[in-house]
């Protein structure tokens, strides 16, 4: 169960418009649409996966594609196929409401950013134009990000890895990937949408840009450590501009 719900969560997340029409159809609403949700910066929830092939119903078709497994706890996964999805959230969601979680705890949006995700959203799904609503109608589907600047990122193992001790600083090991998501990107500094974060795009790189942090980051392994199999849990500390640090570590697992 949780790991279909994760496949959903991602395969849905910031601009899946077509899922998201999907949900909001499925739901007997007096306001069809969907909205926009900008929130406060509050935690990060960490979750360890894996690329598997499965089926997917692209536009009623069945397609076999890559698509995100949770790792569980202890569960193993090779280092070239493991990576770190990081879901930037407000406060505590819900667990009984499905998508209800999309229409709390927001905070003022922002109408330069919405315009250009609305015109985004509407050349990925024309069919959609003019189905936009507020996040108070009924309709359980949003699209989500942040308006407060990253400054850092850092990673972390809890076991020893590449030489060094527990506890060692890692973040050079990871990349930035795009493979299961859409990535819109904000510039901090004017709020103009800087494109989608590229597939292998360094941390370093994505901090240069100067980003409005987003609402998902998906960070993916890329060299393997030695002396497998390894058994460890990573920490992400990720620092906003105004010095506010929101930090989360994952389940061990195991690095075969």
Do not use: W
């Not at 003022?108 to 250009?116: T, V």
């Not at 901090?207 to 392994?221: D, G, M």
């Amino acid at each position: 169960m949780k790991k279909s719900i994760l496949a959903a969560i991602v395969l849905c997340s910031i601009l899946a418009v077509s899922c998201i029409h999907e949900v909001c159809g499925d739901i007997e609403s007096p306001a069809y649409g969907y909205g926009f949700c900008n929130r406060e910066v509050k935690a990060v929830d960490l979750t360890v996966i894996r690329k598997e092939m499965g089926d997917v119903n692209e536009n009623g078709n069945i397609v076999r594609k890559p698509i995100p497994v949770m790792v569980e706890e202890g569960e193993s996964v090779s280092g070239s196929n493991l990576y770190i999805d990081a879901y930037i959230r407000g406060k505590e969601r819900p667990q009984d409401t499905k998508f209800y979680y999309f229409m709390l705890y927001r905070i003022p949006g922002n109408k330069i950013i919405e315009d250009q995700l609305r015109a985004l959203a509407t050349s990925l799904a024309p069919e959609l134009e003019g189905h936009y609503g507020p996040m108070d109608t009924n309709c359980y589907g949003g699209v989500e990000y942040r308006t407060e600047a990253c400054k850092a990122i850092t990673i972390k193992s809890s076991s020893p890895m590449f030489g060094m001790d527990s506890d060692c600083d890692v973040t050079d090991r990871f990349r930035l990937s795009s493979e299961f998501m859409i990535y819109p990107v904000f510039s901090s500094e004017d709020y103009r949408m800087l494109g989608r974060i590229e597939e292998g795009m360094t941390i370093d790189e994505y901090l240069a840009i100067r980003p409005f942090v987003n609402a998902n980051l998906l960070f993916r392994l890329v060299d393997t450590p030695e002396d497998l199999p390894l058994s460890t849990s990573f920490t992400v500390d990720i620092e906003l501009a105004d010095g506010k640090h929101i930090t989360s570590t994952t389940p061990a697992v195991t690095i075969e």
